[in-house]
């Protein structure tokens, strides 16, 4: 990557490179899964429709890329999809160089994921907690591995509500949940960079924002819709954070990756900062535990 900021035109050769991107199917998932094959890794697009999936992959192969796109069936929104999923790619993969954690919903009607948590923060968070740690001795035997995982600028008014996590006894409020579960993205991260090291595993732990890009990640949210035409960056601008924390040669475990642009809402990808919230020790490992209860993988 140049300098600071980031281009498509600066992904280092990803020639030989296991990758999983989530959510792959569209949006800023798609273009970076799109990205990293073009520039030769083999990626697997893991999502919930096999249709939308399957589609996608076509897509890609339609390009010619110099690397492989192939489609595996993960819903975060259940625990047991994701032990298949890891199941499965542990069995046919011999590394895993990168995993981005990318899928998510965004303030939905109150809903529930099959193990009875809270939408949001079980798709957004506890799958992508869990889908990691079952993937994590891949990593940890892949030298140079990183994960990726996306949070938003919502976790700027994020609470964790350890009390309550999953809005079983408070009234429901959808952008409250969002930001909590944006803010879990990050404490996760923060959290996985200090565990790796511990215990010296060769796996760098960052995370991304798209700034305001226009994706059906905002079907729910109406108004943002309707600024898209004014604000909103496309998709395939929007997944060059992500793409810069996955590839860049100077990352460190913990950057936190989002454009650079009025209120980091568009432009190139350059180091951010975050809230104190997210960056609380205490308030991570307290996470950590309750996600590993929660999900029962450790």
């Known amino acids: ?126 799958g992508h907690f869990a889908l990691t740690l079952r993937l994590l001795d891949l990593l940890g035997a892949t030298p140079g591995a990183r994960v990726v995982t996306v949070s938003s600028s919502a976790h700027r008014f994020g609470r964790m509500d350890f009390d309550d996590l999953n809005f079983a006894t408070r009234d429901y409020d959808a952008w409250a949940a969002y930001g909590q579960s944006k803010l879990a993205n990050l404490l996760f991260t923060f959290e996985l960079q200090r565990r790796c090291e511990a215990r010296g595993l060769d796996v760098i732990a960052a995370a991304a924002h798209p700034g305001w890009t226009g994706t059906d990640l905002q079907r729910h949210a ?48 350059v180091r951010v900062g975050t809230t104190q919230a997210a960056k609380n020790p205490e308030d991570s490992a307290r996470l950590w535990q309750v996600s590993e209860e929660l999900t029962a993988v450790r």
């Open 1 to 126: 990557m140049k300098k600071e900021r980031g281009t498509r035109n600066d992904i280092p050769d990803q020639t030989g490179r296991s990758t999983i991107v989530t959510g792959a199917n569209a949006g800023i998932g798609y273009e970076t899964a799109r990205a990293l094959a073009h520039a030769g890794a083999d990626v697997t697009l893991a999502c919930r429709s096999r249709q939308k999936g399957e589609g996608a992959v076509a897509r890609i192969a339609a390009e010619q890329p110099r690397g492989r796109a192939s489609f595996a069936a993960l819903d975060l929104a259940d625990l047991d999809s994701v032990r298949d999923f890891a199941e499965t790619f542990g069995r046919t993969h011999e590394r895993l160089d990168l995993l981005v954690n990318n899928a998510g919903v965004m303030v939905p009607p109150e809903s529930r994921t099959a193990q009875g948590f809270e939408l949001q923060l079980g798709v957004n968070h506890l």
């Open 222 to 269: 109406w108004y943002m819709r309707l600024f898209n035409h004014l604000v909103a960056m496309s998709p395939s601008q929007g997944a060059l954070p992500t793409l810069r924390a996955a590839t860049a040669p100077d990352v460190r475990g913990g950057d936190y990756f989002g454009p650079d642009g009025f209120q980091e809402m568009r432009g190139h990808p």
